[in-house]
């Protein structure tokens, strides 16, 4: 022969089966990955959801949707810094 790569060799029907079922595997795999994650994100958001609710439970004398913070009637323990200028800062993000 003169060197040239031949072309009359292929992989054929088994190369085809080969790879035809590479590609199933994938598939079979990718899905029951977004299964196992989608359920994995509800459980997390369930415990999240019972451990405030636990938290809420916890506490009697606080009422829901009230901040920690003083009340009208009462007066901080210490007072907030005042800005200068008129500017407030910004936190970094």
């Known amino acids: 022969m003169n060197g040239a790569p031949s072309t009359l060799v292929s992989p054929g029907l ?3 089966f080969a790879f035809f079922l590479l590609g199933l595997a994938l598939y079979l795999l990718m899905r029951n ?7 994995m994100s509800y459980r997390s958001e369930e415990l999240a959801r019972e451990a ?7 506490r009697p004398d606080s009422e829901p949707g009230r901040a ?10 210490t007072e907030p810094p005042q800005a200068s200028g008129g500017q407030t800062e ?4």
């Not at 405030?52 to 916890?58: G, I, L, M």
């Open 68 to 77: 920690n913070g003083p009340t009208s009637g009462e007066s901080p323990e």
């Open 90 to 93: 910004e936190p970094n993000r």
């Open 52 to 58: 405030e609710q636990e938290r809420a439970a916890s």
């Open 33 to 39: 990955m977004n299964a196992r994650m989608r359920r």
């Open 14 to 16: 088994w190369g085809f």
